[in-house]
């Protein structure tokens, strides 16, 4: 939905949440959390410190839904996805889209891969 | 940060973020959680089936920051935060904002408040 005109501004710049759901071993759909992603989002938060960057904010957050393509990024406002599965691509997300205003193609999810 | 011309559509059109951290009681800052967020979230969950909202989705988060004017709701990819205290404040986020498209002026988290 769109912003309206005398909304407040944006409270961050970059709002990037990861997913952090886990479920059993085994499930079919397989979560985030069991292919690492709290340690990374761990390492994301740490890094985006070392990095000095503003009004940034890495939150944990429940299933987002797309479990098969995980571990799942997702950055707000403008709700590009990312798979981020090592430490480089959270270095790579975090340099090149959030600090450089880019994108990384070869990490961002798409609708054609759902 | 602004779209790209060429980045994928949006995956929710509506995508709801309930804080649901909990700090130990007595915490200075308190916490979303010990408000009753996660009861809210549960609600908003099931409210959101019940209206049958399409492209919505609502997840819980870690801490958002601004525990001191929660329970906290963002709303993206408009950033638009709510204080939600109550199930009738859920309805009305739901209805107002997501379905119509308006704003729950009474319940929206300003600048100035921060």
Redesign the interface.
């Known amino acids: ?4 005109a005398d ?9 990037l ?1 990861v997913c952090c759901n886990r479920r059993p071993d085994g499930h079919a759909r397989g979560s985030c959390a069991a292919k690492g992603s709290e340690r990374l989002r761990d390492y994301m938060k740490a890094r985006a410190k070392e990095l000095r960057i503003p009004a940034i ?1 890495v ?8 479990c098969e393509l995980g571990p799942c990024v ?8 990312y798979r981020v599965e090592s430490t480089a691509d959270v270095d790579a997300v975090l340099e090149r889209h ?1 600090l450089g ?1 880019d ?1 990384v193609a070869e990490l ?4 054609e891969s ?1």
Not at 7 to 15: I, S, T, V
Not at 59 to 66: E, M, Q, S
């Open positions: 939905m769109p912003r309206h909304d407040p501004p944006l409270f961050f710049d970059a709002h949440f904010r939150n944990a957050a429940g299933c987002l839904d797309r997702v950055i707000y406002p403008e709700g590009v996805w959030v205003g994108r961002m999810l798409r609708a759902d």
